[in-house]
């Protein structure tokens, strides 16, 4: 280890504590951990604050010694760097110790949160305390944060799936060690920070997401109100090729908000992975593989198990009884001109775990743990997330790059259609791969990045990516790139706040 990052670490230890700044073989490993295609991605040693002073303090040492911080919320970021930094040798700054719900505002509909704060840890207070208002999760870990998440631009399952739409006000950390509060936060004694976004002037936030220029340390969230009736739907597809159908008949349900969340329409391949992941990995790993393979009998047997089709739709319906009594009748007329489909109603829904899953996290239940037995470390899973119009043309083509790019490398097509504003389609393709033969795990990179590039020369730009691809895609945008490198230069001189983030990374 180099000497300015030791020296950088014991200058740390002053500030948090000894036992809060960690250095040890077991500890870098656990944090080098991912299950992308290339290595593991070993960090130089884990420092744990426990207040934005804290924070401060740090950076400010990093400053001094030149060091790399990368900041994680919970470090769930399974799929697409888990705790990892894009590059080997910066210290993670883990913020499992500032995990403090600051306030739930019952009224008001919003609550203030450290980083650390997970999806579970909120719903648990809120059942607890009896608060009527449900949060929004992603599929992923029910111990993921809700700042990471927010600050990835990550989406759930609610009619408040977009977590930054959804987020108002934030407490930044620069690299210099300043706090800047954004929205309203600036005016001293402001009753409005976590109700009003805009605040005066230019709007910062979106430039604290997906970003390298600061650390959030407080952020607020609007939640949803429980509503006095919920209805999820689920839709069973028989037919492969219905999808374009599919895709037009949910495009103005949703833009006229008929359906009020994100309409997922789920391949088969991706609704298993999911089943194994949401519990059912026991059941389903040992028939699939790490590759999620099966033969014609397997996907038999597997469809009866967990009730499904070659496409799952999943949406569901909120408000008052009566109107989603009619919003319903809507549904199924719009779908009537279709066939070799069925609805999945309720009771069927409790009997398959898969469905159980879809029902609890449209009402804002962050799921079990995350289970994926023989899974992290071994076996290679990631996202590939192009957006697209709502429009079946477009879908298709979508649909047939990534077919035809994961056959070209030996690999199954497997991903999630999010119709989310009715406008914008976030295609989640899942790429499943046994990480640890090292030459699938090559075609599995190879297969990443020319999907990427292909998606990107016919105009359809992934909405996000893994640590090692951010550059691959960043350097596509030209002026973009070169502007977000000056910000970089003017907000973190030295480049030390999670270098490569996003490909910003002044000492490429
Ligand atoms: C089966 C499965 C399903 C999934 N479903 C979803 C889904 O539905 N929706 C979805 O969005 N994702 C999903 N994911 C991806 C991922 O698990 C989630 O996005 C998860 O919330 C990210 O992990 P985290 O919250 O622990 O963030 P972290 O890992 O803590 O952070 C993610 C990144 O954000 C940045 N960051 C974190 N904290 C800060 C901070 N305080 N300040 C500045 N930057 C920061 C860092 O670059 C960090 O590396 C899924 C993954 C799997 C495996």
């Not at 650390?215 to 090729?241: C, H, Q, R, S």
């Not at 799952?312 to 199924?332: R, T």
């Not at 590939?384 to 083509?397: F, Y």
């Amino acid at each position: 280890m180099a000497k300015s990052i030791q020296q950088a670490l014991r200058a740390m230890e002053v500030v948090v504590g000894d036992n809060h700044v960690l250095s040890d073989p077991g500890t870098l490993e656990k944090y080098s951990l991912n299950m992308l295609t290339v290595e593991n991605i070993a960090p130089a040693g884990v420092v744990k604050p426990d207040s934005v002073e804290e924070v401060q303090d740090i950076l400010k040492i990093a400053n001094q010694y030149k060091v790399g911080i990368w900041p994680i919320s919970t470090g769930q970021n399974h799929g697409y760097g888990m705790a990892c930094a894009a590059k080997p040798g910066n210290i993670i700054l883990d913020f499992a110790r500032m995990n403090r719900i600051l306030e739930v505002n019952p009224d008001l509909a919003y609550a203030l949160v450290e980083p650390g704060v997970t999806y579970i840890q909120l719903y648990k207070y809120l059942q607890k305390n009896k608060i009527p208002l449900w949060i929004d999760c992603p599929s992923g870990s029910p111990e993921s944060s809700l700042v990471g998440n927010t600050t990835e631009r990550g989406v759930g399952y609610t009619p408040m799936a977009e977590h930054f739409l959804f987020s108002c006000g934030m407490e930044v950390v620069l690299a210099d060690g300043k706090i800047l509060r954004t929205g309203t936060g600036p005016l001293p004694g402001t009753k409005t920070w976590q109700i009003f976004k805009w605040g005066f002037g230019p709007y910062l936030d979106g430039m604290f997401t997906a970003s390298n220029f600061g650390i959030v340390t407080k952020l607020g969230l609007w939640l949803m109100p429980e509503p006095p009736a919920y209805e999820p739907m689920g839709i069973v597809f028989n037919n492969p090729d219905d999808i374009d159908r599919i895709i037009e008949i949910l495009r103005p349900l949703k833009i006229n908000n008929v359906i009020q969340n994100g309409a997922a329409v789920t391949h088969v391949r991706k609704s298993l992975g999911h089943a194994a992941v949401w519990g059912g990995s026991k059941e389903i790993l040992p028939k699939v593989g790490r590759r999620f393979d099966y033969t014609p009998e397997v996907l038999k047997e597997l469809k009866d198990t967990y009730n499904l089709g070659n496409w799952n739709s999943s949406f569901a319906l909120y408000g008052l009884p009566e109107i989603i009594q009619i919003h319903k009748k809507i549904i199924k007329d719009a779908f009537s001109s279709m066939s070799n489909y069925r609805f999945v109603d309720s009771s069927e829904m409790s009997d398959s775990p898969y469905w159980q899953a879809r029902e609890k996290i449209m009402r804002g239940e962050p799921l079990s743990e995350f289970d994926m037995s023989d899974w992290v470390g071994q076996a290679g899973s990631l996202w590939i997330s192009p957006v697209a119009p709502v429009q079946h043309e477009h879908v298709t083509t979508q649909i047939e790059i990534a077919k035809d790019t994961c056959a070209k490398h030996g690999f199954k097509y497997s991903a999630e259609l999010i119709v989310g504003s009715g406008r914008d389609l976030h295609h989640i393709i899942w790429l499943m791969f046994d990480r640890s033969d090292m030459d699938e795990r090559q075609r599995a990179h190879q297969c990443v990045g020319e999907m990427i590039d292909r998606y990107c020369e016919v105009g359809y730009l992934p909405y996000r990516t893994n640590v090692a691809f951010s550059d691959h895609i960043m350097k596509k945008l030209g002026l973009f790139r070169e502007i977000c490198h000056d910000l970089k230069r003017l907000f973190d001189p030295n480049g030390i706040l999670s270098p490569g983030k996003s490909g910003i990374d002044l000492h490429d």
